[in-house]
C-alpha cells in the first residue's frame, strides 16, 4: 500500500512541527507504531513509553529561556496528536521560548 504524496507531506511537516529529525525513520517509527497497535501487540503503555522516551530526548534540546518541564510536557502532546493519526499540530515556532502552544 502506497500512501498518497499529499499525506506523505502532510505527515513530513507534522513530524518536523513536533521537533523529531531524521524524518524517513520518525515517519517509519510513527507509522510502525500505529500499524503494531492495530495488530494488538503494542498496548497504550508500551505506546506511552515509546512516546516519553521520545520526549525526553527532544526535550534535552529546549531552549533555556523554557521551563524544561513545560516544554517536555508541549512536545508529549504533540506526539500524543501525532501517533493518534489525523490531527493538526501547528506549528513547533510554538514552542520556541516559552510560546502559548497553539490548540
Known amino acids: 500500500m502506497t500512501t498518497p504524496y499529499e499525506k506523505q ?11 523529531l529529525r531524521a524524518h524517513a525513520t520518525a515517519v ?13 501487540v503494542l498496548d497504550e503503555a508500551a505506546m506511552d513509553r515509546i512516546k516519553s522516551a521520545i520526549a525526553d530526548e527532544v ?21 500524543d496528536r ?12 510554538a514552542l520556541a521560548f516559552g510560546a502559548q502552544p497553539e490548540l
Open 82 to 93: 501525532l501517533f493518534a493519526g489525523e490531527q493538526e499540530l501547528g506549528s513547533a515556532d
Open 59 to 79: 526535550s534535552v534540546a529546549a531552549p533555556r529561556a523554557v521551563s524544561c518541564q513545560s516544554y517536555r510536557h508541549d512536545i508529549k502532546a504533540r506526539l
Open 9 to 19: 507531506k502532510k505527515l513530513h511537516f507534522e513530524v518536523t512541527n513536533v521537533g
Open 28 to 40: 517509519g517509527l510513527v507509522q510502525l507504531c500505529i500499524e503494531l497497535q492495530r495488530a494488538k
